[in-house]
């Protein structure tokens, strides 16, 4: 059976009638997936019938000559927005900065011309509408939800939004799913990346939200103290066991930052999540000390983003690679 390499260099070797590339490096069609049936997914925008036609014929031909492949499939897409890619951002347990960190992240990611959107699956405990100052309906069209358009150029949904501010939100399994759904599949148009708040914890509205909507990647936020290590790493066995890459550990509340002088002293000591992600052999993405500054910026809805520069940069990059 060919290998996922031997499938895409063979697709490469197609060549787009429009630039004269490969199928591939001309972004025309995606690797294929698949290995006794091939799946392969092409663009054919800008091509008229009798030239996807011979396209599709061509894809045929040089995958099914391979050794080993019993079927090609081939799928055509006139162009369109591709979905966003979802960053979940988690951890083991409440009250450690989930939320402070993802809706700083998001912003960041704005700044740094990345269109992103956040959706807050923190359902128990929605934050995002007043960490990002959106906590406005939002409107419907045709049976899905339009983001609500924040200043820091972050659209935003929440359940938060939808329900009166202070009502207890007493989810079932089942209807949390449903509405976490209604959240991710809204009309997110050209949204590049979706940071998702989840709620914090591993239990099953978590599990089931990562199996259903897939995450691309996952942020890992924990402080300094062992035992939220401990929870730290039951979120990452929920990621690792559902296939999702682990994008970083980030470390919150990793020292206290004097108000008067700006010294960080370390109740908690230091280097033990950094040490940790070494272990579980994931990268390290910055640590955020306890900053009065971060916390009434989130407050005011204007999310503190200078603090998060180094994580920012890591998770741009990862999406970027
Ligand atoms: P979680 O989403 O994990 O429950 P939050 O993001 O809601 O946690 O943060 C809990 C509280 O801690 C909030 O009041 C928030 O403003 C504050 N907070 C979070 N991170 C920091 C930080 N690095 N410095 C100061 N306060 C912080």
Known sequence: MPTHE????????VTDPVSGRGLIASGRAAPPRGERTVDVVLDVSGLDDP?????????????????????VRVAMTAQRAAAPRLIAVASGKGGVGKSTVAASLAVALAKRGIKVGMVDADIYGPSQPRLLDADRKPEAESNKLIPVDTRHGVPTLSMGQ????????AWR??????????????HW???????VDMPPGTGDVQLSMIQKH???????????????????TRA??????????????????AGYACPKCGEISEPFGRGGAEAEAARLGMPFLGRIPLAIEIRTASDAGQPDIAPFAAVADGVANWLNR
């Open 6 to 13: 031997q499938l895409a260099a063979a697709l490469d070797r």
């Open 51 to 71: 030239a996807r036609a011979r396209l599709e014929a061509d894809v045929r031909v040089t995958l099914g000559a391979l050794p080993g492949v019993e079927g």
């Open 162 to 169: 939808l329900v009166a501010p202070g009502q207890a939100i």
């Open 173 to 186: 399994g089942p209807m949390a799913g449903n509405a976490l759904t209604q959240l991710v599949d809204a």
């Open 189 to 195: 148009g050209d949204t590049q990346a979706l940071i």
């Open 214 to 232: 897939r995450p691309a990647g996952a942020v890992i936020v924990s402080t300094p103290q062992d035992l939220a290590l401990i929870d730290a």
């Open 236 to 253: 990452i066995d929920l990621f690792n066991k559902a296939n999702v890459p682990i994008i970083g550990l980030v470390e919150n509340m």
